[in-house]
Each structure stands twice: as C-alpha cells, then as structure tokens.
C-alpha cells in the first residue's frame, strides 16, 4: 500500500492552514489517528458506551468484551500472554507502576544499584530517580562518539549490586537502535538482574517480539502507533507480576473485599483499578488491525527512505549539524540536527508558521540527552510510513530558506 | 518586550474579538513573569517572533533577516515608543483638563490636534517668528517711546489671562516708557475666543477697549465654564456692565460679526509672522512667548534700554 492511498484514511492530513496542507513530522510525539480508530471511539459512546467487569447487561458484556479483545489482540501483537498485558494510561505510568511495585514489594536496599544509559526518556530516568530516596544508586551507560550505547561501558558498570537494568529500545532523541538480544545477553550472563525495556518508540515501528527479546518487563504507549492517547502497556512475565504487590487499589482489582481485608484479582486486573478507558481500548483494536494491515515491513522500509532523503537534504544545508548515528539499519524513523546561530524554537516555530511543518524542539522530554549535545535544545523530525518524499522535499526546502533568511 | 506591545495590541483587539482574548491573556502571563523577572513560559513571545517574521518572508526575505536579526531592539524601540505615545496623549489630556486646552503653556504638540502633529518633529522656536508692525493693534501709551511692546492675544487663553498681571505690572513699573499694543490672535481650540474678540472690538468702537481688555482679564472665571452661547453672552454682559457703553449699540454690534473681518485679518498676520501660541510680545521686534515672569521681560526690557 503506498503512502498517499494510506493518507486518505486520516482525516487530519485533509487540514489545512492558510490553504496550505499540513505537513506532520512528530510523530515520535504522538501518531496521527487512522478513521477506523476514530470511529471505533465514536462507536463505543454512541453504541455501547457502558462499564466493563460489573454489570451482566448486555452493553456491559459488549463492553467487557472488547476490553478483553483488547488485551488479547495487544499481546499478540507482541507474543506475550493476554495475563501479561496490563493496560496502563500510558508508557510513563507503566514504568511508574513498576517501580512502585518494586518499592512496596521491598525489592531494592541501600546500596543497590540500578543501570540506565544517557539516552533516555525522562519516563525511564524520573521514576528510578525517586529510589535514590532508598540509598539506591544510578549508574548510566555510556555513548560511543557515533551516539549508540556503548556495550563495553555497560558491561563494566554490571555488578552484582545491580538489581535492575532499564534501556531504551530506540532513543527518541537520537533514533538509535538499541540491539535489545545483544543487550540482555549480555546483562544475563553477568547479572540476574531485572530488565526493562522503553518500547514506546519500537512498538509502533517495527516487530516485536516479548518472548525473543528475553526482556522481563517493556512498556509502550497506544498513541505513538495510532492508537488514541490515554492508553498504555506494561508487559510483564506472568511470573514476576504474580510476585508484585498492586500500584493502585479499588475497583476491578480486588477478588473479594471485607471491611478490614481485601483480595487481589487475578492477572492483569490486578494492576488495573478502577474504571478503565474504555472506548481507548476499542480504539487500540483498530489501531493493531491497521499496523498489521500497512506490515512493519513496509513500515520500517518507508521510514529508512525518508531518513535517507532527509540526511541527504540536511547535508547539503550550511550550518545544519545533524546527531545520530551514520548506520541506517540502526536509526529509527527520526533525524535530529541543530542549526548554528539559530535558536532550535526558531526554527520550529517558523516551519510551522511559513509551511505548517509540525516538528519538535526543545529538550524533547530527554533532557540529560539533548543538553549534553546543545544547551539550548535540538530539532527533531520524525517520521511515520504516512509521510511522503514531498514532505520532506518541502521540509528541506523550507528549512534552507529559513536559515538563508536567518543567517 | 514584544510581550508588553502584545498586550496592548491585544488588550483592545480582544474587546471585540474572542481569539484575541486568548492571545492578551498570553501577552499578560508573559509581561508579569518578565516584571519578576521570570523567563516567559508559554514561548507567546517566541511564537510572535515567528508569526510576524514568518509573514514577512513571505513578502521581503531580507527585511524579515533584518527584523529577526535585531527583533529584541526593534521591540524595544516599539515599546519605547508606546511609552512615549501614552506619555504625550497623557500629557495632552492634563493640559486639557488643566488648561482647557491640550496645547498646554506654549502651543505645542497636542495628540487630539492635528495642527500641532508638525510640532513632534519640528517644535516651535520663538527665534522663526517674524516681528510684527503695530499698524491695527489697539494701542496706549507714547507712541514715541523707546519701549514698544506688542502683544498678540486671546481673550479666551488662559494663558494670555495669565500673563494679564505681568503687563499690569510692567505698565506700572515703566509708567510713561512704554508705548502698548495689542493685536487678536484667537485660537479655534479655545471657546468663544472669536466671540471674545468680537466683544471687545464692540466695545473699542465705543472707546473702551482697554476698559474691557482689563474687566475680561480681570474676571474670576476660566473660560473653559462657558459651555453654551447663552453662557458667554451673560458673560459678556457682566464685563461690560460696568463699563458705560451703550448696550443696545454693544450687542448691535456683536450680533453683526462686522468685527470679524477685521479680526481675522490680524489672526491671519499672526499666523503669517510664524505666531505659534499666545501670549506673544515683541518688545522691539524681539519675540517672547508666553512668559512665565516678570524677569523675562525685564531680561529683553532692560537691554533695550540700554541701548
């Protein structure tokens, strides 16, 4: 299926701003969403619209249902058990609501250790900040020069005070692919400490598979792969979240309940209180059915040829320094890059107002990352298999007249 | 700074537009933190940046460089210029409820008069105006004295009452050396000052110039009170009551307007010579415009004397 067929299925790409298209190139932000997942949200409210889990009515069995498909249709889509698949708000909370769990559950002690690398996301940093309350100490892998994780560093930060490894699975700043098996591998034979992957910006790009990678907990968001915005995933071995106390409690996640005592209910509900949301789940159905429709293949060949374009495009520009690494096969679909003498927000604000090109600027949510390139913040484009040559073309062309104009 | 222009902007905009409301709550987060000296959070003033910028490459790429190059100096030198602007209609709006007129002690720049809108750029200097003959002026004293002072009036300018004293005072002190004239020059920003005019040509047809120049002057009443034709005529009949004129004859005469032609001409050569506000005395030839002292005259008298 080529793009532009593609393209008419998402209504937001119809828009326009003083006549001009718009021109997305966030998407490692969020994703734009596909009509068959808006009209599965609209679906929910205007038809079904009732409770999961509590009433026997028929709305509520239709509801429950769905929510149940949900669950099963998100753990195939990364080989997992449907009991492994919690639905969280998001990728953050996923991450939080491990780290609780752990915390409650007494798994860290003064002088342990947790590994982490200078490439995360403020959702897999911030959370294992708070354990440095517990005498827990953070250790961080290294870059190399060319902006991967430096494997020779992670080794040699492994000890047997490290409880638990967290990694990025691609960076959202840089776009590197992690090489997860190589990593595991590699913690496994040295460490029988927990791993955790950030799969927010793997899952929507590219196949997954939980069991393969060998990681014991990833986490991943609805909303960066289509999906509507409120939903996210932590998977986890069946056996370590038997093990794990609940994050939250009430509804939903109780087996029985007394006045002084409570039960918990079985996986996954067990981490799943309270009213879920719902009409996101009948939307994350739609959003896999769609992602299997396009193949990661396809995906992942389209987002190569665009980074392809656009490194070609920045290349050519005077004063753009771009920031990743040179192998292709591992850079994700985004390209991060600076202008000299040019404020970053400059120049996003300015795509946006000359041609409504949508990119990000800033620190991007990694700041640790970002600042240690530029004080002041980068730019970054990033792409999805719904973004053509001609965006970029325009992109590029933009930009140039915007740093000639600047300069 | 673009943040403190915005609100401005934006503050009346949004009197009348909802999406503007937006933008001038915006404008006022970021104009507060900039006072606390806080960075402003929303990026509203990187985002006008980019706005007005953007619109204008679209139109001149070297001018939009030029604008983005040096946007924070050109917000300043905008916002020094909204200061200055509300300074001077400020300034205009106390000279108006002060004075009665917004031209203040001098005829100056007035942002409510556009006549005066020349005087930003170029302001007034006595040292342009041209001297004046006494041919028509109303006139007392020697005529071939060594002292000739000449004044251009309005009988309806607060400050041509003001400097009223000042010429008492120097009629007094230099009895008998000075030779006196006074010629119109009423301003249209001032109430009835045609009419004042005219009254007091009516009643130099009957002799009584200087006796009305002196209970006009000398009445406790400003000017800017009169705000009905009926007012002004009850004023006017209150200064010449004392004066013993013929009062059917008197008001004939105002009724008429035969004065004005008359009056208007000398208005004319005032405006002519380069006469810009009233007072103004030409003692000798030499200008001094609306004097404050008696010590400005005596400054320009004594020389004169000396000589």
Redesign the interface.
């Known amino acids: 299926m080529n793009a532009s067929q593609l393209r008419k299925d998402f209504p937001v790409l119809e828009k326009k701003f003083n006549g001009k298209p718009v021109v997305y190139l966030d998407n490692a932000a969020t994703s734009l969403k596909p009509l068959p997942v808006i009209q599965a949200i609209q679906k929910y409210y205007s038809e079904e619209s009732a409770n999961v889990h509590r009433a026997s009515h028929k709305m509520s069995l239709a509801a429950t249902q769905k929510w149940l498909e949900a669950h099963e249709k998100t753990a195939k889509l990364i080989n997992a058990r449907k009991e492994e698949i919690i639905f969280t708000r998001n990728a953050t909370e996923s991450i939080n609501l491990l780290m609780y769990s752990l915390k409650e559950k007494g798994f860290f002690s003064k002088g342990d250790e947790v590994l982490l690398t200078k490439m995360e996301h403020h959702s897999n940093l911030v959370p294992w900040q708070q354990l440095q309350k517990l005498g827990v100490k953070l250790n961080f892998v290294e870059l190399t020069p060319d902006f991967r994780l430096d494997l020779n560093d992670l080794e040699k930060k492994l000890s047997d005070k490290t409880k638990l490894v967290s990694f990025t699975h691609v960076a959202n700043t840089l776009g590197t692919i992690n090489p997860v098996q190589e990593i595991v591998k590699t913690i496994k034979k040295k460490s029988d400490a927990l791993i955790v992957l950030d799969a927010a910006q793997s899952v929507p790009h590219m196949k997954i598979d939980s069991k393969k990678l060998g990681v014991d907990f990833l986490a991943f968001s609805f909303h960066k792969m289509l999906g509507p915005t409120g939903l996210g995933v932590l998977f986890g071995r069946k056996d370590l979240l038997n093990d794990l106390p609940p994050f939250l409690f009430g509804g939903d996640m109780i087996q029985s309940v007394a006045l002084d005592k409570s039960t918990w209910n079985e996986l996954p509900w067990k981490f799943e209180a309270g009213t879920p949301h719902i009409s996101a789940g009948y939307g994350a159905i739609e959003a896999i059915n769609y992602l299997k429709k396009v193949g990661f293949d396809s995906i992942g060949a389209t987002e190569r040829k665009l980074v392809e374009l656009t490194l070609n495009g920045l290349q050519a520009l005077d004063k753009v320094k771009v920031y990743g690494t040179d192998d292709l096969k591992q850079h994700a679909g985004m390209v991060l890059f600076e202008v000299k003498g040019i404020?970053c927000?400059?120049i996003a604000?300015?795509l946006?107002?000359?041609n409504n090109i949508a990119v990000r600027s800033g620190f991007m949510c990694a700041e640790p990352t970002i600042s240690s390139l530029n004080r002041d913040g980068l730019v970054r484009a990033s792409y999805y298999f719904y973004n053509t040559r001609e965006e970029i073309e325009a992109f590029i062309e933009t930009l140039e007249?915007?740093i000639?104009?600047?300069? | 700074m673009i943040c403190l222009i915005a609100l401005v902007v934006f503050g009346i905009l949004g009197i009348f537009s909802a999406t503007h409301r937006q933008y001038a709550k915006e404008a006022f987060d970021c104009v507060f933190r900039r006072m606390t000296l806080r960075k402003c959070q929303t990026?509203f003033d990187?985002?006008m940046?980019?706005?007005i910028?953007?619109?204008l490459?679209?139109k001149n790429?070297r001018i939009?460089?030029f604008v983005?190059?040096h946007f924070e100096l050109i917000s300043w030198l905008f916002t020094l210029s909204l200061f200055l602007s509300i300074g001077y209609s400020a300034y205009s709006v106390y000279n108006l409820a002060v004075f009665g007129n917004c031209e203040g002690q001098v005829y100056s720049f007035c942002a409510f008069n556009p006549e005066t809108y020349g005087f930003l750029f170029f302001p007034p200097n006595p040292e342009s105006i041209k001297p004046m003959s006494f041919d028509g002026a109303k006139t007392t004293g020697n005529p071939d004295s060594k002292l000739k002072i000449l004044e251009v009036g309005c009988f309806s300018c607060p400050f041509t009452r003001q400097a009223y004293p000042l010429v008492k005072q120097l009629m007094q002190e230099y009895d008998g050396k000075i030779y006196f004239g006074f010629k119109h020059m009423p301003l249209p920003s001032h109430a009835y000052s045609m009419d004042y005019a005219e009254a007091a040509e009516c009643a130099s047809k009957q002799g009584k110039f200087w006796e009305f120049f002196d209970a006009a002057f000398t009445r406790p009443i400003n000017c800017s009170e009169q705000t009905t034709q009926p007012d002004f005529r009850q004023e006017i009949q209150l200064i010449v009551k004392d004066l013993n004129i013929d009062l059917p004859v008197f008001n004939q005469c105002l009724e008429s307007h035969e004065s004005k032609q008359f009056i208007e001409s000398q208005q004319k050569e005032a405006v002519n010579a380069g006469v810009y506000g009233t007072p103004t005395f030409f003692i000798n030839g030499r200008v001094l415009v609306a004097p404050k002292s008696i010590d400005e005259f005596k400054t320009i008298i004594d020389e004169e004397l000396r000589k």
């Open positions: 404020d927000h400059d604000l300015s946006d107002e000359l007249k915007i000639k104009t600047f300069s | 990026g990187q985002r940046k980019a706005k910028t953007g619109k490459m679209n790429q939009a460089g983005f190059k």
